[in-house]
Nanobody, 124 residues
Framework: QVHLVESGGGLVQAGGSLRLSCAAS????????MGWYRQAPGKQRELVAE???????NYTDYVKGRFTISRDNAENSVYLQMNSLKPEDTAVYYC??????????????????WGQGTQVTVSS
């Protein structure tokens, strides 16, 4: 069983910064992509940013230039540096990992694990 634990959320004024952290622990064979999603009240969960195990990153348009995702493969961790925060960034932020686990026959099976979420609130 693999667990993802997020930290770093909180309340910040518009224009401020926060850094989210997520650490994976448990029976980890390997991790492919890791990422951050968010869900605002009354809205669907949406991708914010993701990073592959090779370091390639992908951002949704409305955070480009403001947010930076990074990853520490040795620590099975992913981070999200959020700068120039806006009230519309208010949401619960979820860490996500695409894990790989060999099955009984030795084939690699991918599955997705989620963290419990951390609240980010940006006041105007």
């Amino acid at each position: 069983q693999v667990h993802l634990v997020e930290s770093g959320g909180g309340l910040v004024q518009a224009g401020g910064s926060l850094r989210l952290s997520c650490a994976a622990s448990g029976s980890i064979f390997s991790i492919n992509a890791m990422g951050w999603y968010r869900q605002a009240p009354g809205k669907q969960r949406e991708l914010v940013a993701e990073v592959t195990n090779g370091g390639r990153t992908n951002y949704t348009d409305y955070v480009k230039g403001r947010f930076t995702i990074s990853r520490d493969n040795a620590e099975n961790s992913v981070y999200l540096q959020m700068n120039s925060l806006k009230p519309e960034d208010t949401a619960v932020y979820y860490c996500n990992a695409v894990l790989v686990q060999p099955n009984y026959y030795g084939a690699d099976i991918e599955y997705v694990q989620w963290g419990q979420g951390t609240q980010v609130t940006v006041s105007s």
